[in-house]
């Protein structure tokens, strides 16, 4: 497996926590624990399920966890304005690129394959570039996608998937990355 292109310029992970104070126990999807463990080596940092890490944090069973800077801090800032959020560059990380997309090693090098793949990468960048000239019409699409695809569900996607507001911020800070 390859990475074949990058949709974002930077990283859109951070850290969030409801408070200032210099976080103790940090919750963080599994496939990033040890990242965050070598960022923050005065913390523990536990894995998290994607579906209850923010409501663990609302809890007080953590007390920061790893969000994306797309819409999960869209989201809790509407419930705590005072959220602090640190971008992972800040402590150290240096990502350089997010949302990665990847594809088998053996389909780059046929070239039926590589012809697909560079199809798909063409129709995402161009789906980007229509978010960018039209935000709203992303906004409409989102709502298709997320209803067509059963996503419909703030545990699952982390945003309220009819807010129009919330989404066109969402939908704005995704474009400022690509």
Same mark, same amino acid.
């Given at each position: ?9 930077? %990283?859109?992970?951070?850290?969030? @926590? ?21 960022? /923050? ?5 536990? @894995?998290?399920?994607? @579906?209850? *890490?923010? +409501?663990?944090? &609302?809890? !007080? $069973? ?6 994306? $800077? ?6 809790? !800032? /509407? *419930? ?11 402590? !150290?990380? %240096? /990502?350089? #690129? !997010? ?12 070239? $039926?394959?590589? %012809?697909?793949?560079?199809?798909? /990468?063409? =129709?995402?960048? &161009?789906?980007?570039?229509? %978010?960018?000239?039209?935000?709203? =019409? =992303?906004?409409?699409?989102? *709502? ?7 996503? +419909? ?5 982390? #945003?309220?998937?009819?807010? +129009?507001?919330?989404?066109? &911020? ?5 474009? +400022?990355?690509?």
């Amino acid at each position: 497996v390859k990475a074949v292109s990058a949709m974002f310029r930077a %990283s859109p992970l951070r850290i969030a @926590s409801l408070s200032s104070s210099p976080p103790t126990r940090v919750g963080a999807h599994y496939d990033t624990v040890a990242l965050l463990s070598r960022l /923050l080596p005065a913390a523990e940092v536990v @894995s998290v399920p994607r @579906s209850t *890490k923010l +409501d663990l944090l &609302e809890a !007080g $069973e953590i007390d920061a966890v790893q969000i994306y $800077e797309t819409t999960e801090t869209v989201t809790l !800032g /509407l *419930k705590h304005p005072n959220l602090v959020t640190t971008p992972l560059s800040a402590l !150290g990380a %240096s /990502l350089g #690129y !997010g949302q990665v997309i990847f594809a088998p090693n053996a389909c780059i090098n046929d070239p $039926e394959h590589a %012809s697909t793949i560079r199809r798909f /990468l063409d =129709a995402t960048f &161009e789906g980007w570039r229509a %978010s960018m000239r039209d935000p709203a =019409a =992303a906004v409409r699409y989102l *709502k298709l996608a997320t209803e067509r695809l059963k996503l +419909d569900d703030e545990a699952h996607t982390h #945003y309220p998937a009819h807010d +129009d507001a919330v989404l066109e &911020e969402i939908i704005r800070r995704c474009n +400022d990355l690509v």
